[in-house]
């Protein structure tokens, strides 16, 4: 039973119902006598206690060995999995705050479920793994009310895994800052703009108009709607456009964009667009 991005809790649901008993009886298929000489099986605690020798000293030692230790690095796999697939549907609907409320709550409605379960009770080591899952969860909340209730209209590239999106966003930055370059701004700082995180000076859009006096808003837009476009950015972005290009990306000189609106309103209309080819080679470059 594997967890998806349909159903991140999957697996856990799975294992809390009944997969828990499953791999118990695995453990007491474990042919034991290879550990050493069996001292006692504690089938209360399922702990086997067994006589191994200290390789430093060469003694006889008492050692243990434990359903939990047992199934450790499988649960460990799929909490990785159950985590990242959460947070990547948290990333692809973070500008709608609607959204990851609903999905919080539907996850807490799980969450809840799942710490009711008789397993837990038995096994209560689980509840270490429910309550990673949970913090994972909740970390995505608190973006959305930070600084006295602001909320930071950043964005979020979206991939596949985590790495994925640290490979894209990487190859982003190094694609836009090429000479001649379309951004200024350091590493960090763009990172944290498409994060989601909360921005200190902004990413600066350099590409100006045709008579050079003023900084070039459709290109700009017409980066961003094409990052929307090829699903690299959640089409919910499009809901607060105006807002996101404004927290995120700056004037060259570091001033504020100002109004966007037009820009937003004109760009798919206009068919001369500054760097739109580049701007499509650098896209179409990102997998």
Request: hydrophobic share 30%; proline share 2%; with cysteine.
């Amino acid at each position: 039973m594997k967890s998806t991005s349909d159903f991140p809790l999957k697996y856990f649901e799975w294992l809390f119902e009944e997969g828990i008993f499953k791999e118990l009886k695995e453990f007491y298929s474990t042919p034991f006598d290879e550990l050493g000489h069996i001292r006692n099986i504690n089938k209360n605690e399922h702990i086997v206690t067994f006589l191994d020798i200290d390789k430093t000293s060469s003694k006889t030692i008492e050692n243990t060995y434990s359903f939990e230790k047992f199934i450790d690095l499988k649960l460990q796999k799929e909490l990785r999995l159950s985590k990242d697939l959460i947070e990547l549907r948290f990333q692809s609907i973070y500008s709608n705050k609607k959204e990851v409320k609903a999905f919080h709550e539907i996850l807490m409605i799980k969450i809840d479920g799942l710490k009711k379960l008789k397993s837990l009770q038995e096994f209560k080591w689980l509840k270490d793994y429910i309550s990673q899952i949970e913090k994972t969860a909740n970390n995505f909340l608190k973006p959305i009310s930070q600084s006295g209730g602001e909320y930071h209209y950043s964005l979020r590239l979206q991939g596949e895994s985590k790495e994925h999106i640290d490979n894209k966003i990487d190859k982003l930055y190094q694609l836009l800052t090429n000479d001649p370059p379309f951004i200024s701004c350091n590493k960090e700082e763009f990172k944290r703009a498409f994060t989601g995180k909360e921005l200190h000076n902004g990413i600066h859009w350099l590409v100006k108009t045709k008579n050079k006096i003023h900084y070039n808003k459709r290109s700009l837009v017409y980066f961003v709607e094409r990052l929307i476009d090829h699903n690299h950015l959640s089409s919910a972005t499009n809901d607060n456009i105006n807002k996101h290009l404004g927290y995120t990306f700056r004037n060259g000189d570091g001033t504020e964009l100002g109004n966007t609106r037009d820009a937003v309103a004109k760009t798919y209309k206009d068919s001369n667009v500054t760097g739109k080819e580049r701007l499509n080679e650098i896209i179409s470059s990102l997998k």
